[in-house]
């Protein structure tokens, strides 16, 4: 089975903190994503990855960037955190880009930003 | 802008009863829609799909409705168990270029 990994399961961070969220794949996913899932709105996608050191912006990239060193690795940075950035992060990693095959989610990291 | 509406954004439904969420899309160059389940402190897994050349899919309690003319699908849970309780999500794939999810729907099953 792909697992999708993350490292933190709940996080409280201060507000201007940098802040980093960590996931990793396992099954040498050629893409990752980072959503976030807010009550009413679903998941949005802030960033995804197409191959290692490659980015692209999301529907809401703003006040986050992301870093891909390594294929099986994919990091979210809040700069400086701010409470509208309290929501569930999901990360994700698929075969092929934009398609439903292998499309595996993580648990889900819980960020409150007080 | 949501590319896909999905409604109702909650729903209770009796043990034995036919849960039913409805979405809705606007791009016709969206070619699969699968269906995600998320239990709480999960995250979503693929629970069933369709592609639009089909107009029904069944998998045992769980069955997607197709209707391309109206750009409207649904997912029918039929005989709902208090393990169904959980968030669906629908989703519309243009294979390539564009992956959106629904708005999500929290359904309780009451014993």
Not at chain 1, 53 to 66: A, C, H, L, N, R
Request: aromatic residues 14%.
């Amino acid at each position: 089975d792909v697992k999708v990994t993350q490292s933190s399961r709940y996080l409280v961070k201060r507000t201007g903190e940098k802040v980093f969220l960590e996931c990793v794949q396992d099954m040498d996913h050629e893409n990752m994503f980072w959503y976030r899932q807010d009550p009413g709105l679903g998941l949005r996608l802030i960033y995804f990855s197409y191959d290692v050191k490659m980015k692209e912006k999301g529907d809401i990239p703003e006040g986050y960037s992301v870093s891909r060193e390594k294929k099986e690795r994919f990091s979210l940075i809040l700069e400086s955190a701010s409470t509208n950035q309290t929501s569930m992060y999901l990360c994700a990693s698929s075969f092929v880009l934009w398609s439903n095959y292998g499309y595996t989610f993580g648990s889900g990291t819980r960020l409150t930003v007080v | 802008q949501q590319q896909v509406k999905q409604s109702p954004q909650s729903l209770i439904v009796q043990k034995g009863g036919i849960s039913i969420i409805n979405c809705a899309y606007e791009n016709t160059a969206f070619d699969y829609f699968p269906w995600y389940q998320q239990f709480p402190g999960k995250g979503p897994a693929l629970l069933i799909a369709i592609r639009p050349d089909v107009s029904e899919k069944k998998e045992g309690r769980f069955t997607i409705s197709f209707n391309k003319s109206a750009k409207q699908f649904s997912l029918h849970i039929m005989d709902s168990q208090p393990g169904d309780s959980a968030t669906y999500f629908c989703a519309a794939i243009n294979t390539g270029n564009q992956f959106y999810f629904g708005t999500g729907t929290s359904l309780t099953v009451i014993p």
